[in-house]
């Protein structure tokens, strides 16, 4: 069964392979939502792009990114600065299916001044 780390809580589950991590995420006690967002999101659909999370490793054990989900952090003014240097491993744990182990960073950082940003 693969195992997902979550780095800033320390904890690792083990979740039956094609789980949904944003419900692994809830089922392990682990918040991947911030402030009022805990309670004002979408239901798991993709479209309030609020419970942003980065791989950081093991993207290749990660369903693809649908059209639908880079579209939705495109439009988020938030999740287009927060994508840039990270356009593979910034994920939508509601949109995101787990086919083995990976690690996970909730509430990933925003790199305003990042080399990549203006470089």
């Not at 997902?4 to 006690?29: C, D, H, M, W, Y």
């Not at 239901?43 to 950081?56: D, E, Q």
Request: hydrophobic share 35%.
């Amino acid at each position: 069964m693969p195992k997902i780390t979550f780095v800033n809580e320390k904890t690792t589950v083990e979740v039956p392979a094609g789980s949904n991590l944003r419900e692994a995420a809830r089922q392990a006690g682990v918040e991947v939502y911030k402030g009022i967002f805990r309670t004002l999101h979408c239901p798991g659909l993709g479209m309030c792009t609020t419970c942003k999370v980065n791989i950081r490793k093991g993207a290749e054990n990660v369903s693809p990114q649908s059209r639908w989900e880079k579209l939705n952090l495109l439009k988020d003014p938030l999740g287009f600065f927060a994508r840039i240097g990270r356009e593979d491993t910034l994920r939508l744990s509601c949109q995101t299916r787990v086919n083995g182990d990976i690690e996970v960073e909730t509430h990933p950082p925003v790199n305003w001044h990042g080399e990549k940003f203006w470089g």
